[in-house]
């Protein structure tokens, strides 16, 4: 079945760097267009960032233009998002999900999801 494990988050200062992980299998991985979304404390997810198939097509929310990078690895079925630059409010659950086209910066163009990683971002 679809897994999609994250990794990499932890706790950090104002200004410091995290690399997120998320291992996908179960499913092939180079057909799908992959994303990172964040739920921070009593807030709605939210789109963070998605990438295409080849990785020749990126989005990001305003947010985290110019402080993130999102990059997949076909050969490994791995996606990162490297955040840099980071700030209190960047704290959150970060998701990694999977979705075959479409609106990418959507929750609904998505079809699977991890479970999460924890970002801590301290003042």
């Known amino acids: 079945q679809v897994q999609l494990v994250e990794s990499g988050g932890g706790l950090v200062q104002t200004g410091g760097s995290l690399r997120l992980s998320c291992v996908a299998s179960g499913f092939t991985f180079s057909n799908y267009y992959m994303g990172w979304f964040r739920r921070a404390p009593g807030k709605e997810r939210e789109f963070v960032a998605a990438i295409s198939w080849s990785g020749g097509s990126t989005y990001y929310a305003d947010f985290v233009k110019g402080r993130s990078t999102i990059s997949r690895d076909n050969a490994k079925n791995t996606l990162y998002l490297q955040m840099n630059s980071l700030k209190p409010e960047d704290t959150a659950v970060y998701y990694c999900?999977?979705?075959?086209?479409?609106?990418?910066?959507?929750?609904?163009?998505?079809?699977?999801w991890g479970e999460g990683t924890q970002v801590t971002v301290s003042s």
């Open positions: 999900a999977a979705a075959r086209s479409g609106a990418v910066v959507y929750e609904s163009a998505y079809l699977d």
